[in-house]
Each structure stands twice: as C-alpha cells, then as structure tokens.
C-alpha cells in the first residue's frame, strides 16, 4: 500500500478514545509536552491516487484525540476521512491529558483530485442538490403558524429510533427501531393543537452546499445570539449521521440549552422535499430523547399552494324524497296526524351556510340567538301536520290558542306552503319568522323519528345561507 506519512511514531491503536491497556508512566495531573504527543497522518495513495483518503492515528496512551481535519471533528484515536474535493487542508490535532489539552502544531496535505464518488449517494443529492450546488431548507412553521408539510415543526422520538424507512411514518412495528426491548417511542403533535412547542415566526434558513466543499450555513433569525452561522458538514449516508461543524440546525430558542450538541444529528427521514434530523436532548430537560426537526425544502415551500378543502355538507342537507315521502313524514300517512315542536331542549335553531350548519346546542347561540324567551314562548306549544277527512291540514297550538289552516307541498323544491298559518312564534325575538312558505333543508330519511327535520324559514343568496328551526316528534 502506498502512504504518505506525516509521523512522530508508530503505534496504532484499536480503541475510539481511551484505547490503550499498557502501563502510563505519566504521573496523574501531569500535563505532556508536545514531545510526549504522537500522532499520524496518512495518506493513502492506495484508496485514491489523488490522496482523497487520510488516516488519522492517535499513537499517545490515555489521552483522548481532539480531530479538526477541515470538513468535520472526531474523537476517535484511529479515523479515517476522505475528501471528495481537490484542496488543501489543514488537520489540527490535539490530545487531552489528565493535565490538560496539548496542541500540537497542525499538519497541511494536498489532495490533488476530485473524488466525487464520496458524495454522490442519493442523500447527500437530496441534502444538497448534488455536486456543484446547493438546497435551502426551511423548519416547517411559518410566522402565520401554518405547517405545510408535517404536522408541525417538531416531534419527539425514544433514543433507539432512528431512520424512518417510511419516510417518517411511525407504525408501531420495527420501523425505526434499533434496539430489541430499546428505547423505541414517538410522540408527533400537531402544532395547532401544542403551540406550547414552538412560537410562529420566521426561523430563518439552513443551506448545505457541495460547491467546492461540504459546506453548510444557518441563518438563525429567531435566535439572535446565534444570528449567522457558516461551516461544514459530513454526511454518513450508511449510518444515517450528519455532523455539522460550527453550525446548528434550526430550533426554538425554548430547547437552546438542553441540546449538548446540536451539530451531532441523527437523520431520521430526507427526501428531495422533507427532512427530519434529530438531536439528542439532555437528560435533564425532561429526559433524555430525540427532539426531532421537521424542514422542507425552499423549493417545495415557495410551490406549496394550501389545498382548497370543501367541506362536505352536514347530514341529511338538501334532501332528496320519492313521491308522497315527505308527505308521509310530515303527516304519519293517509288518514293520520303527527304532531312536531321545537327542539328547546337540543338545538334548535341554526345558520345553515354552504350546506354547514354551526350551532351544536341552544349554548351556542344563547342569548342573542336562542334565550330565555324563545323558551318560554314554545314551552308547551306544538304544530301539527295531518290528513283527517282527506283534507291537508296545519294546525298550531301556542298559549293555550288553537289554529287550524290548511298546507301544500311543492315536492320539486321541498317548500311546504302553510296557509295563512306560520310556525311557532316568539315576538320579542328578531329572529322571529313569520313566513308562511318554509323549506325543508335537512331531512335524515327513516331516522326521522329520532333526529327530527330542519325547516328554513329565510335564506340570504349572497352568504348561501339558511335560517333554519330544528323540530322533532315529541
């Protein structure tokens, strides 16, 4: 193999940081001089002629490594990295002793070729946008408090969850799961419903670029004490890791202190449009998990058109009836009568619009809608639609008065005429109708007998809007 060193010895080591079992002759507090300190660099001409892979050696007992090789940082007394661009770098190397941190002068190589072939996972494309250029990510909370994709902009997962093979989905099996018996959960609220997680505003934009290097900035415009941050980042597309130097993803100011580290990121789902990274919180902020980031890409929010939702119609809205039907319901049939009241008890009156109706109860309108004195006014009283003697007919009792008329129905509209008659009435009340034409606007076919029928007494064409009493069978 052919290897370019830059050595002061050369003992390999296996471990990641305090790796070595052979006695230290270092007395306990001693701090080393930088003679005491040896280290390797080596480039491997071997793996790539161009010297894209170093080999980097802690060879000094019982210190821990302190790696800055220029596009990322490592602990790890033996670690390899490999540079997918031509350039120069710098690899500074320190090693923390029980005496404290000895610096060691830093170690310049060349890398002569592109080896792009360390970048060209389909992640690191969807990260960035590939080779030579660069992707805008944005936390999915707006200033308007709108989500576009997820639902919200951060959710909660155990610390054994990790990559979402689903693209995020969590469905109770073994997707995400990396541990048997481990610590595998998720918890994802809606932010409409949890506002507590996160305040709307603008938190400002993470950018990862592969022009010329891995580099990566954060503009933190809800964290003003982090303001504009610029570094680089690598990506491990095996063990689904990113790691960002000098830069922290996007995240409430709420979570800046329980969060040890947050360049060390667990990917837990990335797609050309989505992202979820997640990093570790602390123990002590209500325990440790992963708080888990939803981004969008720049591109999918500035197309996001929010989707134009129509709701469908309440139950039993503009009902259809076969011939003599609503008659029957009306009436209980040919030689019957079936006497019908207000729902004072229920809901009785509503603002039907677009086929929705919104009142759920007498609370929801009282008392400006439905009050005292609509109760007192229907208290007792009753109408009555029926066929005696062949004849239809409409009869109203109300304050101990009763009336009797005559009704028609147009089955094409569903309009029931009353002659000269009206519904139960309550004059101190404008909404108070007098009309003698009325319209059957939701009706809910054989379970009439249990959820009564709505009449409309007025409609407003501009709003599409039905002023409707609620009556039942009593």
């Known amino acids: 193999m052919k290897l370019f060193r830059y050595t002061l010895s050369v003992l390999l080591l296996t471990g990641l940081l305090f790796t070595s079992c052979q006695n230290n002759d270092y007395e306990l507090g001693e701090k080393l001089s930088k003679s005491d300190i040896h280290f390797e660099v080596i480039q491997d001409f071997d793996a790539d002629a161009g010297g894209n892979t170093v080999i980097l050696i802690n060879n000094t007992p019982e210190t821990v490594s302190i790696w800055d090789y220029g596009t990322g940082r490592s602990n790890r007394a033996i670690d390899t990295v490999r540079y997918a661009f031509k350039g120069e770098y710098t690899i500074k190397f320190s090693a923390s002793t029980a005496g404290g941190v000895v610096e060691m002068d830093p170690v310049n190589i060349t890398v002569k070729d592109d080896n792009l072939n360390y970048v060209s996972d389909p992640l690191w494309n969807a990260l960035s946008g590939g080779v030579g250029k ?57 932010w409409a419903g949890n506002q507590w997680l996160a305040p709307a505003g603008d938190y400002g934009s993470i950018t990862f670029s592969l022009d010329g290097g891995p580099f990566v900035t954060a503009e933190h415009l809800m964290i003003p004490s982090r303001g504009t941050e610029s570094g680089t980042y690598f990506l491990d597309q095996n063990a689904k890791t990113l790691n960002l130097i000098d830069v922290a993803i996007l995240h409430q100011e709420s979570n800046e202190s329980c969060v040890d580290n947050w360049g060390s990121i667990r990917i837990f789902s990335l797609t050309e449009e989505t992202m979820q990274l997640g990093v570790l919180r602390k123990a002590s902020c209500d325990g440790a998990a992963y708080l888990v980031y939803n981004f969008i890409s720049k591109e999918y929010s500035d197309n996001w058109q929010p989707e134009e939702t129509i709701p469908e119609p309440d139950e039993g809205f503009d009902p259809s009836f076969a011939p003599g039907e609503l008659l029957g319901m009306l009436t209980g049939g040919a030689g019957s009568g079936r006497t019908w009241t207000v729902d004072a008890d229920g809901n009785p009156i509503d603002w039907i619009a677009g086929g929705n109706g919104w009142t759920e109860s007498w609370e929801s309108s009282y008392d400006w809608g439905w009050n005292d004195s609509w109760n007192a006014a229907v208290h007792g009283a009753w109408i009555r639609f029926d066929q005696f003697g062949g004849t239809l007919n409409y009869t109203r009792y109300q304050n101990n008065v009763q009336t009797t008329g005559t009704f028609s129905i147009n089955e094409e509209t569903n309009e029931v005429t009353l002659e000269g008659e009206t519904l139960l009435q309550n004059p101190d009340s404008e ?33 599409d809007e039905w002023f409707a009493f609620h009556y039942v069978i009593p």
């Open 134 to 190: 660069s992707k805008t990510w944005y936390l999915d909370l707006d200033a308007d408090g709108v989500s576009k994709y997820f639902d919200g902009p951060q959710y909660f997962y155990g610390t054994d969850n990790g990559w979402l093979a689903e693209g995020g989905s969590w469905d109770g099996g073994d997707t995400g799961c990396y541990a048997e018996d481990g610590d595998c959960w998720n918890w994802n609220p809606d």
């Open 431 to 463: 909404l108070n109708s007098t009309a003698s034409v009325i319209t059957v606007v939701k009706a809910y076919g054989d379970e009439f007998t249990e959820k009564g029928i709505w009449f409309g007494t007025s409609y407003d064409e501009s709003k």
